[in-house]
């Protein structure tokens, strides 16, 4: 495995752990119940990711509007 990739993946794995454990921890103290507190710390990044996909579909989107319009306005050959 290239070293590059075993370190993002250490990284990925230490701030999922931090992520779930800080999701833990604040669900804990609302709700005062570890059952409640770890489900809500599974499901919530979960959610999280899929929202990721569609905000990282959206972006696209704009980027190649913007690369669109940015062409249209460059070339002469629309005037």
Known sequence: ???TLSLD???TLTYLSIHLTVGF???YVLTGSAALAGG???I????NAVAFFFHEQAWKRFQ???ISLKSYNNNP???
């Open 1 to 3: 495995m290239p070293k």
């Open 9 to 11: 993946l250490v990284k």
């Open 25 to 27: 921890s604040v669900a």
């Open 40 to 42: 809500i710390a599974l």
């Open 44 to 47: 919530e990044p979960v959610i």
């Open 64 to 66: 190649s509007r913007t």
């Open 77 to 79: 050959s629309y005037a």
